[in-house]
């Protein structure tokens, strides 16, 4: 599937993440970690991690829990996958929303993705990991690719729906809310 000059652009300038508001809360020396990892498009590495936290006392409880996700990210990705099929079985059938199968694959990609950001949020201990631009441009590649919003929204709260299984039930109300502020950010997608 040949992809547009334009949605090449957008594809680029779609970088859901931002650590700005972080400057105030955050050494630079670990927005940088963040941000390397950003720039790699990769999950934080043990090594990242240890140094995260190691300089963060307030949110060092989460760096195992950033660790988990992290590990656990093809089956939570799998299980948001299989939700989103169950609830949209043509999905991915002629004429659906995430046919041919290229476009179901970038789908899951983003799903990925999208967790990937999540922990970042958890490993740093800030909901504020959200870049509203970059958000934006992403909204207008979606509306460009004609992106199944409902299906993509479904498979956020899935994604948070597996990843708070794996987790302690006394964590869950903390994590929650990592999880919330992707899934409203793209429920306003559809506005």
Request: charged letters at 25%; a negative charge; one cysteine or more.
């Given at each position: 599937?040949?992809?547009?000059?334009t949605v090449r652009e957008l594809i680029i300038k779609a970088r859901i993440v931002s650590f700005e508001d972080w400057k105030t809360t955050h050494s630079p020396a670990?927005?940088?970690?963040?941000?390397?990892?950003?720039?790699?498009?990769?999950?934080?590495?043990?090594?990242?991690?240890?140094?995260?936290?190691?300089?963060?006392?307030?949110?060092?409880?989460?760096?195992?829990?950033?660790?988990?996700?992290?590990?656990?990210?093809?089956?939570?990705?799998?299980?948001?996958?299989?939700?989103?099929?169950?609830?949209?079985?043509?999905?991915?059938?002629?004429?659906?929303?995430?046919?041919?199968?290229?476009?179901?694959?970038?789908?899951?990609?983003?799903?990925?993705?999208?967790?990937?950001?999540?922990?970042?949020?958890?490993?740093?201990?800030?909901?504020?990991?959200?870049?509203?631009?970059?958000?934006?441009?992403?909204?207008?590649?979606?509306?460009?690719?004609?992106?199944?919003?409902?299906?993509?929204?479904?498979?956020?709260?899935?994604?948070?729906?597996?990843?708070?299984?794996?987790?302690?039930?006394?964590?869950?109300?903390?994590?929650?809310?990592?999880?919330?502020?992707?899934?409203?950010?793209?429920?306003?997608?559809?506005?």
């Open positions: 599937m040949e992809l547009s000059t670990i927005i940088d970690l963040f941000q390397s990892a950003d720039d790699r498009r990769e999950y934080l590495t043990d090594d990242e991690l240890d140094k995260i936290e190691a300089n963060s006392s307030s949110n060092s409880s989460l760096i195992p829990i950033a660790r988990l996700l992290r590990d656990a990210a093809t089956e939570i990705v799998d299980d948001a996958r299989d939700r989103v099929l169950a609830t949209f079985p043509a999905i991915t059938q002629p004429g659906g929303g995430l046919y041919p199968a290229a476009r179901a694959e970038a789908c899951w990609r983003d799903f990925w993705h999208f967790l990937r950001c999540v922990t970042y949020g958890i490993a740093g201990g800030s909901v504020e990991y959200t870049s509203d631009m970059g958000l934006d441009y992403m909204n207008l590649l979606y509306q460009e690719l004609q992106v199944p919003l409902d299906a993509m929204v479904l498979g956020l709260q899935e994604l948070k729906t597996a990843s708070l299984t794996r987790v302690e039930p006394e964590l869950k109300p903390t994590l929650a809310p990592y999880f919330d502020r992707l899934i409203s950010k793209l429920q306003d997608f559809k506005k």
